[in-house]
């Protein structure tokens, strides 16, 4: 399997524009977890969906953000309107089995002017 | 949730033995321990996990007290490829889910 896979890799966007982050998990695998990291504020779980469904979004900062999970293969975080605040590394992990080991994306840096 | 407290950062030399420890005073019943490992600009990477006693597997060791109050990752004989930050976390198998990454040990390993 080629793993979590994330794109795009790195994304540089002007404020008030839309960002979307698009997330392929490990086929198989029932929860799909969106984490933010920053120096400021380290790792921080945004959102999970166990088997498409969200789970619990209360690390989504605001209503700007936005997740989604049409199938057990693709996911996406939105971002709209995009603030210099958001400017981060966006992770995307999934893991087969609740509390089991969660394998990562490599990730996707954003940076927002 | 249980709360983890880690040291901020460690250093060690290349060959020796680095233990770090971690605190969880309000680990519950059904909560697991489980140490990410995370290099720059890459996600976290599993390491190891356990719920008590020790555990052991090709990268590392945890060794967990009888009270479960904390535990200790114990990476024998560092090399410079083990610079890292290494996160501890509790979380549960069952009931609600959440990970919460504390701020990590960043760990240098110097030749």
């Known amino acids: 399997d080629a793993g979590v896979i994330q794109s795009p890799r790195h994304e540089v966007t002007e404020m008030g524009q839309e960002v979307t982050l698009r997330c392929k998990p490990i086929?198989?695998?029932?929860?799909l977890f969106w984490y933010r990291q920053t120096m400021m504020r380290g790792l921080e779980l945004l959102i999970y969906f166990n088997n498409n469904v969200p789970i619990d979004d209360s690390g989504m900062p605001e209503d700007r953000f936005s997740a989604k999970m049409p199938n057990a293969s693709f996911s996406t975080l939105k971002i709209q309107p995009s603030e210099p605040r958001d400017s981060a590394v966006y992770f995307c992990?999934?893991?087969?089995?609740?509390?089991?080991?969660?394998?990562f994306g490599p990730g996707t840096r954003l940076l927002v002017l | 949730l249980a709360k983890t407290t880690q040291p901020i950062s460690m250093d060690s030399y290349e060959g020796q033995e680095v233990n770090i420890t971690c605190s969880h005073n309000n680990i519950a019943t059904n909560d697991y321990i489980t140490w990410y490992q995370q290099f720059p600009s890459q996600g976290p990477r599993f390491i190891i996990q356990?719920?008590?006693t020790k555990v052991t597997n090709e990268v590392a060791s945890l060794f967990i007290p009888a009270d479960r109050k904390s535990s200790t990752l114990s990476l024998p004989r560092v090399s410079l490829s083990d610079t890292a930050v290494y996160y501890c976390l509790v979380g549960g198998h069952t009931g609600g889910f959440k990970t919460i990454f504390g701020a990590g040990t960043r760990l240098f390993v110097k030749a």
């Open positions: 356990g719920y008590k």
């Open positions: 992990a999934s893991s087969l089995i609740k509390g089991e080991t969660q394998y």
């Open positions: 086929s198989g695998h029932d929860y």
